[in-house]
C-alpha cells in the first residue's frame, strides 16, 4: 500500500526578530522529521509544551510552509503541484483546531460558516450546501434546529470544539490533523469528543493524527503513537508497543507521569532530570542527555559519553517501533 502521507527531513525554522542589540534568531521548530501516515490509520502525537507537535500538524495540512525537507500527499508532491491541484489535494487535509473560538468568523453564523466549504471546495449549490451543513451537525452529536442558525459565540467551548469537526469533515477530508484542546474541556465533555472523533474517523476511513500532552489517550485514540522532543521524533510504533515497551527514555518518562490503569504495577521510577532546554539552544549530541533518567541512572560515565557526543541514529525493531537512542535495546528491555 502506498502512504497516504510521507515527509523526508520536514523542517521549520522561524526567524525570531532581533533588537536594538541583538541579532535575529532561528528557532528551529521542527527538525528533520521524516515519517509515513497511511490512509485511515490514527495517530497520536505527543510531546511537552513547545516541541514542535502545532507546527509540524500545520506543515501536514499545507498551512505552514516547511523550510526544508519534501512532504508528499498520495504520492504527490505539493511544493510541484499547480497552484489548482494544490487547492485540490489541501482540501483533502484539514486541521481542527486547538482554540475554536478564534477558528470561526464571529459574524457568521454556524451555517454560514459550514457552508463555505461545501460551496467552494465541494461546490455543492445553495440548497444542497444548506442541507449537508444539517447533516455535519448531526453527525456531530448538535441538533441542526437548534444550533445552525447561532454564532460562535453562543456556544460552550465543547460544542465549538464539535462545531469545528464538523466544518473540517465538510471538504471530506482524507486526512485532519486534530490539535487538542488543553485546557478548555471538562474531562467527560473531552472523552465523548474523542469517542466521537474515534467513530467519525473509523466510519469514513480517515486518517486522523491527534496532537495531545496526554499519553494516556493513545490508548483510546491510536493505532501508532510518535513522541516528539525539542522539535524531532524520538518514538514511534504500535501503540501497544510504545506503551508497554518504550525505547526511549523520554517516553518512558511520559509513561511514568501518566497515572498507570493497573494499580498493581508499581509507576516506574522515571521522572525527568531539569527543565526543558530552549529551542535556540538545542543540546549537541543526543537532544535529551540533559533531562535523561536513563543515562543518569543507569549508564556508566564511558557509556554516557557517547549521549553527551553523537546524535543517536534510530533504532529499529521488528514490530516498527523505532526509538532514537544510543541505548533504545536496553532501554527497552528495561521495561
Ligand atoms: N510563528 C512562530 N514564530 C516563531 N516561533 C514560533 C512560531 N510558532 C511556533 N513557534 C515556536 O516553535 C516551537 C514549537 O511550537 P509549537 O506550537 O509547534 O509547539 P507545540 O508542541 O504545539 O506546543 P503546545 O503543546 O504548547 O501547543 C516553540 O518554541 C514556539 O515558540
Ligand atoms: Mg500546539
Excluded: W
Excluded at 471530506?172 to 490539535?179: E, G, H, L, Q, S
Excluded at 521522572?271 to 536513563?294: A, E, K, N, Q, Y
Amino acid at each position: 500500500m502506498t502512504p497516504l502521507i510521507t515527509t523526508d527531513a520536514l523542517t521549520k525554522d522561524f526567524t525570531l526578530r532581533g533588537g536594538v542589540l541583538r541579532a535575529p534568531q532561528v528557532l528551529r521548530a521542527v527538525d528533520r522529521v521524516t515519517l509515513t501516515i497511511d490512509a485511515g490509520e490514527s495517530l497520536v502525537l505527543v510531546g511537552e509544551s513547545g516541541s514542535g507537535k502545532t507546527t509540524l500538524g500545520r506543515m501536514l495540512v499545507g498551512l505552514t510552509e516547511p523550510t526544508s525537507g519534501s512532504y508528499r500527499f498520495d504520492g504527490r508532491d505539493l511544493a510541484r503541484l499547480a497552484p489548482a491541484a494544490r487547492r485540490e489535494t489541501r482540501a483533502q487535509a484539514q486541521m481542527v483546531f486547538q482554540d475554536a473560538s478564534a477558528a470561526f468568523n464571529p459574524r457568521r453564523t454556524i451555517a454560514a460558516s459550514l457552508e463555505v466549504p461545501l460551496r467552494y471546495n465541494r461546490r455543492l449549490s445553495d440548497a444542497e450546501a444548506h442541507r449537508e451543513a444539517a447533516h455535519l451537525l448531526d453527525r456531530v452529536g448538535l441538533s441542526p434546529a437548534v444550533y445552525l442558525n447561532r454564532y460562535p459565540h453562543e456556544l460552550s467551548g465543547g460544542q465549538r470544539q464539535r462545531v469545528g469537526l464538523a466544518r473540517a469533515l465538510a471538504s471530506k477530508p482524507r486526512f485532519i490533523v486534530a490539535d487538542e484542546p488543553v485546557s478548555a474541556l471538562d474531562v467527560s465533555v473531552r472523552a465523548q469528543a474523542l469517542r466521537l472523533m474515534r467513530e467519525l474517523q473509523r466510519e469514513d476511513g480517515l486518517a486522523l493524527l491527534f496532537i495531545t500532552h496526554d499519553l494516556g489517550v493513545a490508548r483510546v485514540m491510536a493505532d501508532r503513537v510518535m513522541v516528539m522532543y525539542l522539535g524531532a521524533l524520538v518514538e514511534e510504533g504500535p501503540v501497544t508497543d510504545v506503551l508497554t515497551r518504550p525505547a526511549h527514555p523520554y517516553t518512558r518518562s511520559l509513561l511514568a507521569a501518566t497515572p498507570v490503569p493497573d494499580p498493581t504495577r508499581p509507576p516506574p521510577r522515571q521522572r525527568l532530570v531539569g527543565d526543558i532546554p530552549s529551542p535556540l539552544d538545542v543540546p549537541r549530541g543526543c537532544r535529551f542527555h540533559t533531562r535523561c533518567p536513563f543515562a543518569h541512572e543507569q549508564l556508566t560515565e564511558a557509556e554516557r559519553s557517547l549521549c553527551h557526543n553523537e546524535a543517536p541514529p534510530v533504532v529499529t525493531f521488528p514490530s516498527g517501533q523505532g526509538a532514537a537512542c544510543h541505548y533504545a535495546a536496553r532501554v527497552r528491555t528495561a521495561n
